[in-house]
C-alpha cells in the first residue's frame, strides 16, 4: 500500500485513539472459555429492561420496513409532558454521546478551545479533536470538577466547556450552589453542556437539576440517556435541552432518523414506568452501601459515587488486578485510558452480582 490515507485525514482524527468500551460477556466467553461470567464494566442497569419498554418494542417490530419518525414527534411530547418543556428546546440522540457530538460539530472548528476536566468522560477530548479545536483539560479537585480553576480557563477563544454531573468515572457530584456560582462566572457566548447522564442515581437535595436550570441560562445544554436508569443501553436513545436557537443548530448536523423506531418506542414506554425507576434506584441505593461495605471491610479504599459505579484505588498498578478478576469470570473496567493507571471503575449490579466481584477480589488481593 503506497498510499499514505493517514496523512490524507482530518488532523484531528490522525491524533485519535479509537474509544475503547467495556469488555462484551461474550468476548471474554471467547478468550477464555468462561460462561459464568458477571459483566461490571459498562454501568448498565442490572435489572434488565423495563416489562413496559418490551412489551412496547414488540409492538413497533412489523414496521421495521418503514424509516422512523426523523423528528421524534410523539417521543418529544412524552419528554416534554414528563420533564415541563417546551418540545422546540429538544434534540434526540442515537444515545447521548451522539448529542455530545452534534454539539461539537456544530460549535468547534480549528482556531477554538472547549474546556474539560481531568478524569472526565473521555468523549468529551475524543469529540474536541475531531473537530481540530484545542482541548483545555483542567486538573481535577478530589477526582472531580474544579469549578473555580474551570472558569478561569475561559478565554476568548473558548467554545464549549464539558461538565459531567455525576461525573463519569469518578461518581463525584457538584452541588447546585457550586454550579450556579460557576455558571455566573461564565460569558453567554460560552456554552457549557451539562452530562447529566447519571442524574437518576442522585438523592441530595443540593443537586442541580439541569432541565430547570436551561430556562435560567441561555448557554446551557444538558444531555440526558435512556442507556443506564432506563435500562436502554443497547437501543441508544437520548436528549438534549438547550434554548430553541441552539437546539436548531443541533438538528442541523443531526442526522436524519438517528434515533430508531423501536428506541423511540422504548423510551416513550420506559417514561411511564415508575415502578420500574424506583426499583433501580432503591437497588442502586442497596448495591453502594453493601459495596462500600464490602471496601471497606477489605481495607480497599475507594472514591465515594453518586452514580451508579464505584471507582476503586488498587494503590498499584490495577491492570494485574483486572485481569485476575477477568480469569475468575468478572469483567470491570480499567481506567488507564483516565491517567488512572491504579483504579478501577466497578458498575453495581445485583446483590449477588455485588457480591460475587467482593469474594473474587478478596482472593485476588490476598
Not at 485525514?9 to 474509544?19: D, E, I, R, W
Not at 434554548?243 to 436524519?256: A, F, I, K
Not at 479504599?301 to 498499584?316: G, M, Q, R, V
Request: proline residues 5%; glycine residues 6%; hydrophobic residues 45%.
Amino acid at each position: 500500500m503506497s498510499c499514505d490515507f493517514v496523512a490524507l485525514s482530518n488532523p484531528g482524527v490522525q491524533a485519535l485513539q479509537p474509544y475503547q468500551a467495556g469488555k462484551p460477556a461474550e468476548e471474554l466467553e471467547r478468550e477464555l472459555g468462561i460462561r459464568d461470567i458477571v459483566k461490571l464494566a459498562s454501568n448498565e442497569n442490572p435489572l434488565g429492561p423495563s416489562p413496559a419498554a418490551v412489551a412496547a418494542v414488540q409492538s413497533v417490530l412489523a414496521g421495521m420496513t418503514r424509516y422512523p419518525d426523523s423528528n421524534g414527534y410523539y417521543l418529544k411530547q412524552a419528554l416534554s409532558e414528563r420533564f415541563n418543556l417546551a418540545t422546540d428546546q429538544l434534540t434526540l440522540g442515537n444515545g447521548s454521546n451522539d448529542l455530545l457530538e452534534l454539539v461539537a460539530r456544530a460549535f468547534l472548528h480549528e482556531g477554538v478551545e472547549a474546556i474539560y476536566s481531568e478524569y472526565a468522560f473521555i468523549v468529551y477530548p475524543l469529540v474536541v479533536k475531531a473537530c481540530g479545536a484545542t482541548g483545555i483539560r483542567v486538573p481535577a479537585r478530589d477526582y472531580g470538577h474544579d469549578l473555580d480553576t474551570m472558569a478561569d480557563a475561559v478565554t476568548q477563544y473558548t467554545r464549549v466547556i464539558f461538565i459531567a454531573n455525576p461525573n463519569n468515572p469518578t461518581g463525584t457530584l457538584l452541588s447546585k450552589q457550586a454550579f450556579q456560582q460557576f455558571m455566573a462566572r461564565i460569558p453567554e457566548r460560552v456554552l457549557v453542556v451539562l452530562d447529566e447522564a447519571y442524574s437518576e442515581y442522585t438523592d441530595q437535595a443540593d443537586t442541580p437539576d439541569g432541565l430547570s436550570l436551561t430556562s435560567t441560562y441561555s448557554n446551557l445544554i444538558v444531555t440526558r440517556t435512556f442507556s443506564k436508569a432506563y435500562g436502554l443501553a443497547a437501543l441508544r436513545v437520548g436528549f438534549a435541552v438547550a434554548n430553541p436557537v441552539v437546539t436548531d443548530l443541533l438538528n442541523r448536523v443531526r442526522q436524519p432518523f438517528n434515533v430508531s423506531s423501536v428506541a423511540q418506542a422504548a423510551a416513550m414506554a420506559a417514561l411511564t414506568d415508575w415502578e420500574y425507576l424506583e426499583r433501580t434506584v432503591s437497588l442502586n441505593r442497596q448495591g453502594l452501601q453493601q459495596m462500600q461495605a464490602g471496601l471497606a471491610e477489605l481495607g480497599v479504599s475507594y472514591i465515594p459515587s453518586a452514580a451508579n459505579f464505584i471507582t476503586l484505588d488498587c494503590e498499584k498498578d490495577a491492570l494485574p488486578v483486572y485481569q485476575a478478576l477477568l480469569e475468575q469470570g468478572v469483567i470491570v473496567r480499567p481506567l488507564g485510558v483516565y491517567a488512572m493507571p491504579q483504579h478501577l471503575r466497578v458498575t453495581l449490579g445485583t446483590e449477588t452480582e455485588n457480591q460475587r466481584f467482593l469474594n473474587v477480589l478478596k482472593k485476588v488481593i490476598a
